[in-house]
């Protein structure tokens, strides 16, 4: 196979991986418009339901998109002649998309304190 189609496949599988959990968060925050619109209307298991759709959802773009930007970085590496301007640019947006829940889990912890 060659870096160019394995660079290929790296990239599709980013995407694929991501797309669950921008859904995801884009379904939270349609939920949560929602609720402020409609206050009292409902209950306590969505919030239970939010928690389990963005674990689920982080853990299959870690797993997917994780792994398919460290295959990237690695084939880039390798092959040091390689000019893959838009598998860079899915990688870096992968990394953000990835530490971005976390940093946010991070402010919110040292901002109770």
Known sequence: MTLQSQLRIANALMVVGIVPLLLGIAWIFSVIAYAKEHKGQMGGSD???MIGV???????????SGSSA??????ERR????????????????????????LWYLWITFSLL
């Open 47 to 49: 919030a239970f339901l």
């Open 54 to 64: 963005l674990f689920v959802t982080y853990v299959l773009a870690l797993l997917v």
């Open 70 to 75: 460290l295959w990237s970085a690695h084939l």
């Open 79 to 102: 092959n040091t002649g390689t000019q893959a301007p838009a598998s860079k640019v899915v990688r870096r947006s992968v990394y953000v998309i990835l530490i971005a829940p976390f």
